[in-house]
């Protein structure tokens, strides 16, 4: 297993785009566009204050009052009113978009429903839904094919970086580790791997920041899979991980069933005489 450092130029580089040792670079803070269509004035005042209150903490929203589908990251649409209705008849590319449908019926699959009173305080949950649920193109599994087995393990705590490695080998991956972003970038400009397993929270670049790097500077659907490795759950925290273009998540303390399960989607898990891992149920980490 090789372990890459940051060199001292490079972190330094990195402290100075966040300013300080820690802080979130500004293109962490980047805003969810909302594109809201129909709802009735008291409705329209309380998603504004939703609005307002998420500047005070990343992701801020931002909330269109017109535009096309194609300039917002999520569409609420209110199914009662008749006009909204007909502009989403309108604009066949909902059918890629997250999508919120108030009153009404998912009209394409992987759409949201939400019913009234719709309970705006709680909208960073139903926007994590809707993000969850989209349709999109998730990256097909490496094994058929593909013989590439490297995993890039991206954290500043070794005592993580040990628990995967031990959990990873074994079913034959070659384990690469990097202790912090700004040395997983470097060692992802130079190497193909087949998933990158990455901390959210760390010195310099955190994660969310990291992962919109590689999928930017790969484009074409040739960025790596990244997951992110996390203790957070809060919707807001999600949302983040979304807009960055992170393809899955893991909760710390990392359950190895469930570390398979996920890995699944990206690469082969079949390695002649190894065992099967058993089937991962959230009830396990309990």
Request: neutral net charge; charged residues 20%.
């Given at each position: 297993?090789?372990?890459?450092?940051?060199?001292?130029?490079?972190?330094?580089?990195?402290?100075?785009?966040?300013?300080?040792?820690?802080?979130?670079?500004?293109?962490?803070?980047?805003?969810?566009?909302?594109?809201?269509?129909?709802?009735?004035?008291?409705?329209?005042?309380?998603?504004?204050?939703?609005?307002?209150?998420?500047?005070?903490?990343?992701?801020?929203?931002?909330?269109?009052?017109?535009?096309?589908?194609?300039?917002?990251?999520?569409?609420?649409?209110?199914?009662?009113?008749?006009?909204?209705?007909?502009?989403?008849?309108?604009?066949?590319?909902?059918?890629?978009?997250?999508?919120?449908?108030?009153?009404?019926?998912?009209?394409?699959?992987?759409?949201?429903?939400?019913?009234?009173?719709?309970?705006?305080?709680?909208?960073?949950?139903?926007?994590?839904?809707?993000?969850?649920?989209?349709?999109?193109?998730?990256?097909?599994?490496?094994?058929?094919?593909?013989?590439?087995?490297?995993?890039?393990?991206?954290?500043?705590?070794?005592?993580?970086?040990?628990?995967?490695?031990?959990?990873?080998?074994?079913?034959?991956?070659?384990?690469?580790?990097?202790?912090?972003?700004?040395?997983?970038?470097?060692?992802?400009?130079?190497?193909?791997?087949?998933?990158?397993?990455?901390?959210?929270?760390?010195?310099?670049?955190?994660?969310?920041?990291a992962c919109r790097q590689i999928k930017s500077a790969h484009s074409g659907g040739k960025a790596p899979p990244v997951v992110m490795l996390t203790s957070k759950?809060?919707?807001?925290?999600?949302?983040?991980?979304?807009?960055?273009?992170?393809?899955?998540?893991?909760?710390?303390?990392?359950?190895?069933?469930?570390?398979?399960?996920?890995?699944?989607?990206?690469?082969?898990?079949?390695?002649?005489?190894?065992?099967?891992?058993?089937?991962?149920?959230?009830?396990?980490?309990?």
């Amino acid at each position: 297993m090789t372990t890459l450092q940051a060199p001292a130029a490079t972190a330094q580089l990195g402290q100075a785009m966040t300013g300080t040792e820690g802080k979130q670079p500004e293109s962490a803070h980047a805003a969810l566009k909302l594109l809201v269509k129909g709802f009735n004035l008291t409705e329209r005042k309380l998603l504004q204050g939703v609005v307002f209150l998420s500047k005070r903490r990343p992701p801020r929203l931002d909330l269109l009052e017109d535009g096309e589908p194609t300039d917002a990251d999520i569409i609420m649409i209110d199914a009662a009113d008749p006009q909204a209705v007909a502009w989403a008849q309108g604009h066949a590319e909902l059918a890629s978009k997250a999508v919120i449908w108030v009153d009404g019926q998912a009209t394409q699959r992987g759409h949201t429903v939400a019913r009234r009173p719709v309970q705006w305080p709680m909208l960073p949950v139903l926007l994590y839904q809707a993000l969850e649920q989209a349709p999109h193109k998730r990256p097909g599994a490496a094994g058929t094919g593909s013989t590439n087995r490297r995993i890039l393990v991206i954290d500043d705590s070794l005592p993580v970086r040990v628990q995967l490695k031990g959990l990873l080998e074994p079913r034959g991956f070659s384990v690469f580790e990097a202790d912090s972003a700004e040395a997983g970038l470097q060692a992802i400009a130079s190497t193909p791997y087949a998933c990158v397993l990455m901390d959210v929270m760390m010195p310099g670049i955190d994660g969310y920041e990291a992962c919109r790097q590689i999928k930017s500077a790969h484009s074409g659907g040739k960025a790596p899979p990244v997951v992110m490795l996390t203790s957070k759950s809060s919707p807001f925290d999600r949302i983040r991980g979304k807009m960055a273009g992170c393809d899955d998540y893991l909760s710390k303390p990392v359950d190895p069933a469930h570390l398979h399960q996920v890995l699944s989607n990206f690469v082969s898990l079949e390695v002649p005489g190894t065992p099967r891992p058993a089937p991962y149920s959230p009830a396990m980490q309990g």
